[in-house]
T-cell receptor, first 113, second 113 residues
Framework: GQQLNQSPQSMFIQEGEDVSMNCTSS?????WLWYKQDPGEGPVLLIA?????ELTSNGRLTAQFGITRKDSFLNISASIPSDVGIYFC?????????????FGKGTLLTVNP | DAMVIQNPRYQVTQFGKPVTLSCSQT?????MYWYQQKSSQAPKLLFH???????NEADTPDNFQSRRPNTSFCFLDIRSPGLGDAAMYLC????????????FGAGTRLSVL
C-alpha cells in the first residue's frame, strides 16, 4: 500500500523561529492534508490542498502540494508556544474504493518560550 | 461549539470486559469513521459507516464492532478488550466518502486493566 514518510520526527525550536516539515510518498495523491493534534485531543485540520503546485496559507501556516503529487510541505512562521503539538500529513485519493487517508507518522513540535 | 462529541473522554475497563464508546455529530454528515491511535503513532482507520452501510478495514480485529442507529450517533463496541487495545479512539465525520475527514472528536482514551 501507499506509505508516507514524514520528517523530521521531532523538532525543538525557540519561540519566533520558522519551522518547516515535509511528507513524501511512494505514489501520487489527489489531496494532501495537514492536521495538528494537541495532547489528549483529536486532530484538527489546518490546511487542505487539492491541486498539484497549489500553495495555501492559513495565518502563519503555509503548505504546498508538490508538482509531482508525491510530496507536500508545511511551514510555520514566527512560532509561538501554542504551536506545540504533533503535526500529521495525510494523503487521499478520491474515486473508487481508494478513498481513505494515509497518514504520516507525525512531527512533534516543541517551542521553547 | 463541538460538532463531533465523544463520550466518555476517559474510559477504564477490565481485561475481557465489554466496553462501548460513543460518538455523536451535529453536522448531518453521511460518513462516520472510527480510528484507533496508539501512543506516538498516527491514527489507524478501523471502519466507517456511509449512511447505514458498514465498511470494515481488512485488518480490524473481530473484537471491534460498530453500530450506527441513526445519522447522528455511532458506537464502537469492544467485545473483549485486551491490554493491546489500550489506545485513544477517535471518531471523525465527512460529508461524503471522497471528502477527507474534516471534523474529529476529542477522542476517548481507553485504559485496560
Amino acid at each position: 500500500g501507499q506509505q508516507l514518510n514524514q520528517s523530521p520526527q521531532s523538532m525543538f525550536i525557540q519561540e519566533g523561529e520558522d519551522v518547516s516539515m515535509n511528507c513524501t510518498s511512494s505514489s501520487i495523491f489527489n489531496t494532501w492534508l495537514w492536521y495538528k493534534q494537541d495532547p489528549g485531543e483529536g486532530p484538527v485540520l489546518l490546511i487542505a490542498l487539492y491541486k498539484a503546485g497549489e500553495l495555501t496559507s492559513n495565518g502563519r501556516l503555509t503548505a504546498q502540494f508538490g508538482i509531482t503529487r508525491k510530496d507536500s510541505f508545511l511551514n510555520i512562521s514566527a512560532s509561538i508556544p501554542s504551536d506545540v503539538g504533533i503535526y500529521f500529513c495525510a494523503g487521499q485519493n478520491s474515486g473508487g474504493s481508494n478513498y481513505k487517508l494515509t497518514f504520516g507518522k507525525g512531527t512533534l513540535l516543541t517551542v521553547n518560550p | 461549539d463541538a460538532m463531533v462529541i465523544q463520550n466518555p473522554r476517559y474510559q477504564v475497563t477490565q481485561f475481557g470486559k465489554p466496553v462501548t464508546l460513543s460518538c455523536s455529530q451535529t453536522l448531518n454528515h453521511n460518513v462516520m469513521y472510527w480510528y484507533q491511535q496508539k501512543s506516538s503513532q498516527a491514527p489507524k482507520l478501523l471502519f466507517h459507516y456511509y449512511d447505514k452501510d458498514f465498511n470494515n478495514e481488512a485488518d480490524t480485529p473481530d473484537n471491534f464492532q460498530s453500530r450506527r442507529p441513526n445519522t447522528s450517533f455511532c458506537f464502537l463496541d469492544i467485545r473483549s478488550p485486551g491490554l493491546g487495545d489500550a489506545a485513544m479512539y477517535l471518531c471523525a465525520t465527512s460529508r461524503d466518502l471522497d471528502i477527507h475527514p474534516r471534523n474529529f472528536g476529542a477522542g476517548t482514551r481507553l485504559s485496560v486493566l
